[in-house]
């Protein structure tokens, strides 16, 4: 199989690439690139419904996000049916398999009878079916042994033949099932290592027993990769979980923050240093560092690491990155002055996690009203500081103040502070939640200044008001 690794991301086009799918993907490209081999991808398209250019542009686009290429053309296995269904007549001819036209409710009627517990019973091991309409190929397992497995990542894993069924490896309509495909592409493309989901260890019996009827000779590696749960600590889903990849593209997270995330779920570099460049996640990467217990996805650490990557781009940067979320902000379209927003940019950066979040960072400078704040904590919290005398008597103090000072943010800032000052308090609370709605945000002043007087000193009024 050659001196250097071959590995292989073979994904289903399903219409997105799960962060899971996207995880082995970039576990596979990482160790090809550690140790100086081949990274390959195929897609597992047997299914003609999901042989379609939109289905494909689903797994390559977010891949190529993610900084994740492949060293030769990709092989798509709808395009390599003849080869499986060669690879079928043979393990027939062999003896290793056979034809069955048992219908699921006669199998399960008869295991009803029985008390079968499992699956198949071999009905038609020894029937001679003849080829025809309802009509599966059937491999024959073994009845004593096992399968053993030397997994890098799971150790020892051995499945006993006795229990692993006479599995379907050719469906009614003729077509091959993966599990056959699977074999056939791994021998012909000289995969030395498999990479993958650890939901997938109960298939690799399976094509170990192929590849053996087939007579392929050394088998590929295994490692296979600890699930990813979430809060729940169960298995990552569609239905409970946010998982696709183009879904936290969208929502503003970096591809080199998301990849430097997916690197750490089940791997950590040895010194513990998670945020770091790409290059050097390659150097450090070892599959046999992989932890088999399940990884937590973390919402809370990705929004973090990706906090850390926005603050490394440059101001320019920055700005760019998050024109698309400003330019769909929620304020009249001229309201939006985008030289001030470059103006506090530097601060609205140290504030951002995700690329979205910039415009809750800065919309109390372009919309009309003082955005609404919606979080009840932070409502009561607000209702708490902008209530008392003393409250009122900071924001009658600033109102005169403002009124009549010049309008630079130094001079605004000290304007502010002598009004808490003489109160013997701290003003800067009041005039923030009045100004911009919230008690957190980037620094006020330098805003402030460029939101202009007029609008300032009419939300400070309308905040006294309500104080009655």
């Not at 003729?174 to 495909?181: C, E, H, K, R, T």
């Not at 800065?362 to 609404?372: E, K, N």
Request: glycine share 8%; aromatic share 8%; hydrophobic share 45%.
């Amino acid at each position: 199989m050659g001196d250097l690794p071959r590995l292989r991301f073979s994904p289903a086009p399903t219409g997105y690439l799960h962060v899971g799918s996207a995880r082995s993907a970039l576990f596979n490209w990482l160790y090809a690139r550690h140790t100086g081999g081949t990274f390959l991808l195929r897609i597992e398209d047997t299914n003609a419904a999901l042989a379609l250019p939109e289905y494909y542009r689903a797994i390559t686009e977010p891949l190529e996000w993610l900084g994740i290429d492949w060293d030769e053309e990709p092989v798509h296995q709808s395009q390599r049916s003849e080869l499986y269904a060669a690879a079928i007549e043979t393990v027939l001819a062999r003896g290793n398999a056979y034809r069955c036209d048992c219908s699921r409710e006669a199998i399960d009627a008869r295991n009803a009878l029985t008390g079968f517990k499992g699956g198949y019973d071999g009905f038609c091991r020894d029937r001679r079916v003849v080829d025809g309409d309802g009509v599966v190929v059937r491999f024959r397992t073994p009845d004593e042994g096992d399968v053993v497995i030397d997994d890098i990542v799971r150790g020892q894993v051995a499945f006993s033949c006795a229990e692993l069924e006479d599995f379907v490896i050719r469906r009614a309509d003729g077509s091959a099932l993966f599990l056959v495909a699977n074999a056939v592409d791994d021998a012909a493309m000289a995969i030395t290592h498999v990479v993958r989901g650890e939901d997938l260890l109960n298939t690799t019996p399976k094509v170990m027993l192929l590849w053996d009827a087939l007579g392929y000779g050394p088998k590929p590696v295994y490692a296979h990769l600890p699930l990813l749960v979430g809060e729940d600590r169960k298995k990552l889903s569609k239905r409970k979980h946010s998982v696709a990849l183009a879904d936290f593209r969208a929502a503003g997270f970096l591809p080199e923050a998301m990849a430097n995330y997916l690197a750490l779920l089940g791997w950590g570099p040895p010194d513990d240093i998670e945020v770091r460049p790409m290059a050097e996640i390659i150097a450090l990467f070892d599959l046999a560092a992989v932890n088999k217990a399940p990884a937590f996805f973390d919402l809370r650490k990705l929004e973090h690491i990706n906090g850390e990557y926005v603050r490394m781009l440059s101001v320019d940067e920055f700005v760019t990155a998050t024109d698309p979320y400003l330019a769909e902000g929620p304020w009249p379209a001229d309201r939006f002055d985008a030289g001030a927003f470059r103006s506090v940019a530097p601060l609205a950066q140290q504030r951002t996690r995700r690329l979205g979040d910039v415009v809750e960072v800065v919309d109390w400078m372009f919309t009309v009203a003082v955005p609404q704040e919606t979080d009840e904590k932070e409502l009561r919290q607000i209702a708490k500081v902008m209530s008392g005398d003393q409250v009122a008597a900071v924001l009658d103090g600033a109102i005169a103040a403002l009124e009549v000072c010049a309008w630079d943010a130094e001079t605004v800032e000290a304007a502010v502070r002598k009004v808490g000052d003489d109160l013997g308090t701290k003003s800067q609370v009041p005039v923030r939640i009045a100004v911009t709605g919230r008690r957190g945000g980037m620094p006020l002043f330098e805003p402030i200044a460029l939101v202009g007087r007029e609008i300032v000193l009419e939300r400070l009024r309308t905040a006294r008001a309500t104080l009655g």
